[in-house]
């Protein structure tokens, strides 16, 4: 029986191999996600061990609570006398001091060099010790009083080399130097595009306003000294705001934040991997379903051979199973080509990912392939019933259809049960009381898994109707043809239905994206519009990376400049929980208007050393009024208390603040290195051409900042979200991909099917072209029925997410419906292409001999 | 299969068999009672919706009778299920389709051990051999469907038909499309199986010149057996099959 399915596959090579693609792109997506995150994650591995190789132990400063990674907070630095005291211990052998902090180099243009938004590091060397340093020099000296050492990548890319002069701008203005010598980051070039900074010691601490303090100490032991020796003689003298590691401990902790962002990007990519193949499976269904319909005759022979229903039944799992099997192999070796691919990519937009290598793991081996081959295997299942039901009577009786199933007459009940259980568990996920992430989740994707095969089996009614009524152009202006297609479309409701489902469901997830960043980008705007009164923003020239506080201060020096409001943001610890609070300065009051339930816009200037303000819901929460006091930790461990002075009701677009407000001078006094996320501007004259130009000046010495009106600043803070957006619809595309094959799949089966049909058209005067037209149109027509299901599916789930995130409204992405209908078209357009070329080649009169 | 008694293979008692119901119902099989004998080929003729397809049908077991009983070599198969239906199939009856239904895949000998594979059993290469070279196919084994004529492709039904050694041969107007010289090849390869191996046949066909090799000729119209023949020459079969048509 195996070697007769195996040999029925060889068979229908075609069908076989169009099903297969259905499978091989999920299985692709799902193994170069594996491979290139395993990749990542072993070249970053390899880049923190090799950073503290000669490093027995770390001392660093110690934040007072758990900060979260990329949340711009650090822990505080610590005095720098600590240094000879650890050198003095008996078992040191060398204890080296270091700081860090952002530096940005600047070009010869007087631009901040930037890759993408990637970070822009700054360190300290120690000539004397390169073992201990976290760059390695590739050319050059180290550098001395006046010098810098930047990254070899940074160096290529913009011509830069041993002996130049470089702008270097950290804390305060730009500072030029000269470049002593190029490095890398431990082994590698540099990692995710950062540029790389280095300088001496007493240099690197003056840039970064760390004059007298250290972010950390590296301690080498003295030989035959263990390492936890060396931990515990250290702690026993550290003071407080400090903590020791072994350096292998602190390897694995610089590690932690991209781990973190690696294990992000590898559920996001599978996430893609995943719902193609859930695609696929609905093709796969499809295909099988109607080569089974085709075999009916084959199938009935072998039940009068002797075959039992079990040995039918068999025959087509195997041949899933074979399909599968081989679809995912393919898949899985083509993952390490995606995975070399996104490398390249990567690289290409700037963001250099470290890479020492393939990692081509067991894991992804086994999951890739399980995941291929369970897919099928459950695609096939209702197929291979289906063939179970095939009358040995139809191997001599024409036109003996497959009996219905036991349960065909409850299809309809059991679809709308399936629905409703699907809509449940997104309501339950999305409204059920008390849910973790990872339950939330569950009940949504569940939830969204079961309304998508509901619908799908919900459609098949709607068929009729629907070809009706989009067929009618087509047969209205396209004649015969147009007739024939709308025709064709709707004569197996259940066939177009299920060919539709999966286009349907990529169509679902992208209307649900793009309504969601609709709604964003409406609130978000009419927020901005209503809060800030101000004309110019102030942000850096990436939209999102902290600036200096004396670039706010300087633009408050230009002509003309009547306000300067800026606001900064940090971890802190409130009320027990991690958040992160807001700080603004007095100028403030005067370009940002809030809608205040308790005081007024004049607590913005008038917060003082321990005045603070809190939005509604955050009052309304801890039980907080005006004349409440609030405890706020730091982040080097001082806590405060803080009077409220005012609550507000923040706009529908969210709070631009954090859950607590204080002023700049109280939040200078606790933070290490405050900067400011934006700073609003109040012009005479508002906004003109030479007030522009005037803040442009000002901030001349402050190459990453940016100087925008109201709407460029709106722009510039959503384009951000633009970018993911396009992201996702890139990665949703492979789904859609995917359903593309089915389409092509089920007409070239439909052609097939209807050889003796299109033949006979043809004998009687139906042309090529029209032949063509016809298997064109039916396409299309199938097309739009996804599309229009899918689109309204999409709006619908992108309604309830938005009911649970309140602070959006939503908004109908008009303009991205009509360009996802006219994406659908087309869809359907290239689907016909080869399936409508082999209709129109049939010679009529073998097409009537055909049997 | 030793001959001598001429036991019954094969049983039909007051069979009937009404298609949908109501005012549309279609009686096709009204009270037919036959025995067909162990050894001996029996054709069954009758003009269109005479009810000659039906029979067979439901003497093989792919169609139930609305009443009456059937018995496959002593068996009773009218309310046998799906898999004993199967076991039936695979122990005692072979199939010969006007259509030939060959699997398009499968070469002319992996299609000949088809029943066997399917069975799960062994075939005896030297039955099979002498089955092969019975029928006249040793040098086209390898072929395809595609590759074989007609009569060929009919010669590769006939052996897959014989190689489980069934108790009963179903052969459903097996020169219906076939040429007439290559029809009469095929009639011979049936009669041929009858004479040498004792192979119990039954034949649906509208042909008087194929149901000439027939031990005995059942006539068929309206849904009962109107007449029977035996050792009839073809003339005589036609000229029964005039009288019948035209009552």
């Known amino acids: 029986m195996i070697r007769f399915s195996l040999k029925g596959m060889a068979g229908r090579k075609l069908r076989t191999a169009l099903t297969a693609l259905a499978v091989i792109l999920g299985v692709t997506m799902v193994s170069g996600t594996f491979v290139l995150t395993d990749s990542i994650d072993r070249a970053f591995d390899a880049i923190f061990s090799s950073v503290y190789v000669g490093t027995d132990a770390t001392i ?287 690289d290409a937009v700037g963001f250099t990912l470290p890479n020492s290598g393939l990692v081509f793991s067991t894991r992804t081996i086994v999951v890739s392939l399980l995941l291929g081959i369970i897919v099928t295997l459950i695609a096939s299942i209702l197929p291979a019933f289906k063939a179970t039901r095939v009358p040995p009577i139809a191997a001599v009786r024409e036109g003996v259809t497959i009996a219905p199933g036991r349960f065909a007459r409850f299809r309809t009940p059991i679809a709308a049960v399936i629905t409703i259980l699907g809509f449940a568990g997104l309501f339950w996920g999305l409204f059920g009381p008390d849910l973790d992430t990872t339950k939330i989740l569950l009940f949504m994707i569940l939830g969204m898994v079961l309304v998508f095969i509901g619908v799908a089996m919900l459609s098949a009614p709607l068929i009729p109707g629907l070809t009706g009524i989009l067929g009618w152009p087509g047969a209205r202006f396209g004649g015969a043809a147009g007739a024939l297609a709308r025709d064709n479309a709707g004569r197996n409701p259940q066939r177009t239905a299920s060919t539709a489902a999966a286009l349907m469901i990529g169509l679902a997830l992208v209307t649900l994206v793009a309504t969601l960043a609709g709604s964003v980008v409406q609130t978000f705007t009419g927020a901005v519009n209503e809060i800030f009164v101000g004309d110019y923003a102030i942000t850096a020239r990436n939209n999102f990376s902290p600036i200096p506080t004396d670039a706010a201060a300087a633009a408050a020096q230009a002509p003309g400049v009547l306000a300067v409001g800026s606001v900064r943001t940090g971890q802190t610890l409130v009320f027990g929980k991690p958040d992160f609070s807001t700080a603004v300065d007095p100028g403030v009051g005067a370009v940002i208007n809030l809608d205040w339930v308790s005081g007024s816009n004049a607590v913005l200037a008038e917060l003082g050393k321990d005045g603070a303000f809190v939005d509604k819901e955050f009052a309304k929460k801890h039980d907080l009024e005006v004349g409440s006091p609030v405890e706020v930790t730091f982040v080097n461990g001082n806590t405060g208390t803080f009077v409220i002075k005012g609550i507000f009701d923040p706009p529908s677009g969210g709070s631009p603040f954090g859950v607590v407000t204080i002023s700049a001078a109280a939040w200078d006094a606790e933070n290490p290195s405050p900067k400011n996320v934006y700073s609003f501007v109040l012009m005479r004259g508002g906004e003109t051409e030479a007030n522009a130009a005037v803040l442009g000046q000002a901030l001349a010495p402050f190459p990453n900042a940016k100087v925008a009106t109201r709407e460029q600043f709106v722009e510039n803070q959503i384009s951000g979200l633009k970018s993911i957006l396009n992201v996702l619809y890139v990665l949703l595309a492979l789904s859609i991909v995917v359903s593309l094959f089915g389409i092509i799949n089920t007409l070239v089966l439909s052609v097939f099917e209807r050889t003796r049909e299109i033949g006979m058209l043809r004998a009687i005067g139906m042309t090529r072209s029209q032949t063509r037209w016809m298997i064109r149109h039916e396409s299309v027509i199938t097309s739009l029925i996804g599309a229009i299901i899918g689109i309204i599916l999409g709006v619908i789930l992108a309604g309830l997410l938005i009911l649970k995130i309140d602070l959006i409204d939503f908004s109908f992405p008009t303009l991205q419906v009509i360009v996802f209908a006219v994406a659908a078209v087309l869809v359907g357009v290239l689907a016909a292409i080869f399936p409508a070329r082999r209709a129109a080649k049939l010679n009529p009169l073998e097409a009537l001999h055909y049997e | 299969m030793e001959n001598g008694d001429r036991a019954a293979v094969l049983v039909a008692r007051d069979v009937t068999r009404r298609y949908g119901d109501g005012d549309t119902a279609v009686d096709a099989l009204r009270g037919v009672s036959v025995d067909v004998p162990a050894g001996e080929l029996t054709a069954v003729m009758g003009p269109s919706g005479s009810g000659k397809s039906t029979l067979m049908h439901i003497l093989a077991g792919l169609d139930r009778p609305s009443t009456g009983l059937v018995t496959v070599a002593g068996k009773e198969i009218t309310d046998l299920g799906d898999s004993e239906l199967t076991k039936l199939r695979r122990e005692h009856i072979g199939f010969v389709f006007q259509f030939f239904n060959l699997l398009p895949m499968l070469n002319a000998e992996e299609n000949i051990v088809l029943p066997l594979t399917i069975a799960g059993v062994k075939p005896d290469r030297a039955w099979l051999d002498e089955l092969i070279g019975s029928v006249g196919l040793g040098d086209r084994l390898h072929h395809r469907p595609s590759e074989l004529s007609g009569g060929q492709q009919q010669r590769v039904a006939i052996a897959r038909a014989l190689v489980s050694r069934p108790s009963v041969v179903f052969a459903d107007e097996p020169t219906g499309n076939l040429d007439s010289r290559t029809g009469g090849e095929i009639l011979e390869l049936l009669r041929q199986a009858v004479e040498e191996m004792g192979q119990t046949v039954v034949m649906v066909t509208h042909e008087a010149r194929a149901s000439a090799i027939a031990d005995r000729v059942l006539f068929l119209a309206d849904g009962i057996i109107v007449r029977e023949l035996s050792g009839a020459s073809a003339p005589e079969i036609g000229a029964a099959m005039e009288a019948i048509s035209s009552e």
């Open chain 1, 60 to 346: 660093t400063g110690k934040s007072a609570f758990e900060i979260s990674n990329g949340s711009g907070t650090t822990a505080p630095p610590f005095q720098e006398s600590l240094r000879p005291e650890v050198a003095a211990l008996p078992d040191v052998a060398d204890a080296i001091g270091g700081v860090a902090g952002d530096a940005q180099l600047i070009g010869r243009d007087g631009k901040s060099i930037v890759f993408g938004g990637a970070p822009n590091l700054g360190f300290s060397v120690d000539p004397t010790r390169p073992d201990f340093n976290t760059l390695t020099l590739e050319k050059g000296a180290w550098p001395g009083r006046g010098e810098v050492v930047v990254d070899v990548s940074t160096a290529s890319r913009k011509k830069l080399d041993v002996g130049q002069e470089i702008g270097v701008q950290a804390e305060g203005p730009v500072v030029q130097f000269r470049i002593s010598g190029l490095v890398k980051f431990g082994s590698v070039d540099t990692i995710g595009g950062a540029t790389l900074a280095g300088f001496d010691l007493p240099t690197a601490q003056a840039l970064f306003r760390k004059v007298g303090k250290l972010d950390q100490i590296r301690v080498a032991g003295k030989p035959g000294v263990s390492r936890a020796q060396l931990v515990r003689e250290i702690r026993a003298i550290l003071p407080p705001g400090t903590q020791v590691r072994t350096g292998t401990e602190q390897a694995a902790e610089d590690a932690k934040a991209t781990n973190e962002f690696i294990s992000f990007l590898r559920y996001f990519l599978l996430a893609f991997g995943v719902i193609a193949l859930f695609v696929g499976a609905f093709v796969i269904f499809n295909s099988l379903s109607i080569t089974i319909a085709q075999r009916t005759r084959e199938l009935a022979t072998l039940r009068t051979l002797g075959a039992s229903r079990r040995q039918v039944r068999f025959s087509v799992i195997v041949e899933s199973l074979v399909m599968g099997t081989i679809a995912s192999i393919l898949g899985l070796f083509l993952g390490l080509a995606l995975a070399t691919g996104l490398f390249r990519l990567f």
